[in-house]
């Protein structure tokens, strides 16, 4: 226990550790998040500075990226002049224009963190991440395994340095070179602090010497720090923690300077001739970091004027369709923009409806057969619910060629002879041929769609694991009746209702999860959709729900649907629950959905080097397939690269829109809402849902290296829980080049269609989601329905904006455009 005088706090220094390190979780729950959560207490502005200043990570494009935007004209020159003012004043603007376009700066600076424990290389000659890293890596490796390894770690029912010791007591070999060292951990209690006394002995750099030690490999400490807090997102569960990590890491520190100096080396603070400066000493602004914020500002609004005069020229006139053809539910995500755009153009008396793609169906998920529970709803929900599924008719595929048998000597050899020689074969085949096969994640295996589903609760006491068994019909009435008024869905109802859910093909990508949907943990949103159709067909549901005053025709039918984003192919559930009349319309409704798909992949294959965008919809649509599945693509889809926007709103506020799939669209109709209840509900989730997303590709675009993963071509898949280059490396957070080449860093802009005064009081309501707007890690605007007057939200409040932009460009048919452009396309009125 540290002394009531004691310079160095332990458990406040382990505290902010955890608070900066990378927050990412294992692959199977890899959910987008901002990637300086740590520093969202600050201004977007200083908090990149801070991060830059401290951590080195690289914040923003550089200053000759922006001049190259400004050149090519991608940065507006009228833009880039009203910034110049609201940041300088009029009287500086000639003079920062000058400095703008063409001062030079240096490229690079040295960081804080690792300025401390670099003595040793500098003193001592000695390089302790090339004589540690290796053998700690490896380890965690192994003890975190889920899976992936042929033998599994000897000791599996104790902590990590319980594990350990046992390991080194028994063992006839040692992690350890020396005796001294091995003892010390056998026999002593080896406290953080008392390793840092003998380590380091000047108690005022220990805090330090921590940071730089952790974030010389902040991806295996961020994953620990998320298992210790969070030990059920390993399946296989591990008892580690921050602290046993450091504690093994000052150890073997330790011990590589007893080797390689004996009894030679004293501690770094006993010779250490010039002090660090503190880790988080203030870091005053400095005139580059201003100029990096205003080019940053002046990239971002001279596309959000494209937008904001798009929507102030387009007219927002809503269309009442006597006799709808159908309507459609899809999640929010920006993938849905074009397909939801598609459908609308093929058939004109569709609607469609976005919302977060669990439905309201909060719960936990469990298929037949399986061992655990999955989550298939928002990370922050704690669900109560369990679905379960019974009656699976399809027996999930095997592929022969992984095979455990393959491990031992005998049948490894036979193996290798017989279905080796064919694995080849197939191999070579795949580059020609790319076919589904078992190994791939496929959205469509998540739920067999012939299975039954346990959603309704025939018994109070059916409790497994303290999870309620299915919904109650009060529960149920509530969730229908939740989503129907959040989106505005209250009358008017077509007979057919589609509720389409989400989720993603791969066969060359760990970062699968990150292709699903958020909103159900980084699952496919098939069971949620099918659950929130059985709930609003329930006729005891209906009943409750007539009794205030939500009135659903005995006509209507909710039915659920899955859209594999990766493929566009969309499978349909339960078909056969609809009515004759309705079968009838769905099949029709089906080749509507078809043709959509087919433009949907055409639209799609512009971005993509290897298919040529001019060839027919379904010739695209087919290369599209084989590209899904091919093991050779690192790119089989670019998610949600691109993204800009978030529109909160009916749908005819930007119905008329080309926004090339840049926006998240969220349903939402401000007359039936007059108190901001449910406008409360959808920013508390789409401000971090959303947000979070537009930052990681943000961050992961502007530094690939330490806030991305880098390129997925030297990817080694580390005990199914993340992914290094190589076997001896760090873990990488973010997300990897394939998914962020093509994305221009800009931050978000929420489009609210609601009254500024109500806007105001509801982002208020609750500081965790307000802090995103007044501290600007997200812009918002908010158009009056009245008026049609728009807002922008800056410093706590709301003024009136026009666009500096009075035309925008009319286009009758995009496919031209699409054909023959692959950079990002500015925003068009449709006519």
Known sequence: MNMPNSLFDEHNVLHELKHFLPAQAPLKDFVHHNTLHSFQELTFTKALQKASEIFGYKVSLSIDEFRSLYVSKRIRADVLQRIIVQHKGEKRAHEWTEIMLNKPYPLAHQPRVGSLRANWKKEYYVDLDSLVHPILFRILCSYLDQGISIWNFPIRDKDFLSSMRELETNSFTSVFRTSQVKDLFLNTSCGIKDLLDRLIGDESLYEHYLFDQQFAHSGWSGLVSVVEELPETLLDARKISLHDLIVFELLLEIDALEYHHKNKWTPLGSWLKHRPVALFADTPDTEQSEVRTIWQDAFEWSYYDQVIAGLELEVHNEIRIADKSFQAMFCIDDRECSFRRYLEEFDPACATFGTPGFFGVDCFFQPEDGKYYTKICPVPISPKHLIKETGVTNKRQQDFHFNKHAHSFHSGWLISQTLGFWSAFRLILNIFKPTMSPAAASSFKHMDHLSTLTIENQHVEDIENGLQIGYTIDEMAARVEGLLKSIGLVDDFATIIYVVGHGASSINNPHYAAYDCGACSGRAGSVNARSLSYMANHPKVRAILGERGLMIPDTTQFIGALHDTTRDDIAFFDEASLSPEN?????????????????????????????????????????????????????????????????????????????????????????????????????????????????????????????????????????????????????????????????????????IEQFPGLVLDVIKRLYATYEWFINEWVHLVVIDPDTQKIYVFKEGEFTEYHSAIHHVDTVSNITPLIETHQEDLPIYILS
């Open 583 to 751: 079968l009838e319309k769905h099949q029709k409704n089906k080749e509507t959905f078809t043709t959509a798909l087919d433009s949907n992949a055409k639209e799609r294959s512009r971005r993509f080097e290897s298919i040529n965008s001019k060839l027919s919809p379904k010739q695209i649509h087919n290369k599209v397939r084989e590209r899904s599945v091919s093991l050779f693509e690192p790119r089989p889809e670019l998610n949600h690269a691109t993204n800009a926007l978030t529109i909160v709103g009916r749908r005819s506020l930007s119905k008329g829109l080309f926004l090339d799939r840049r926006s998240f669209l969220n349903s939402y109709d401000y007359r039936v809402d007059p108190d901001g209840i449910y406008l409360f509900n959808i920013l508390k989730a789409a401000a971090p849902v959303c947000g979070g997303i537009n930052l990681e590709y943000f961050f992961s675009r502007v530094d690939n290296q330490q806030l991305g993963a880098g390129t997925k071509l030297p990817h080694n898949v580390m005990g199914l829980i993340g992914v290094a280059n190589g076997m001896d490396g760090d873990l990488r957070p973010g997300l990897p080049s394939q998914m962020i080449e093509v994305h221009d860093p800009v931050r978000m802009l929420f489009v």
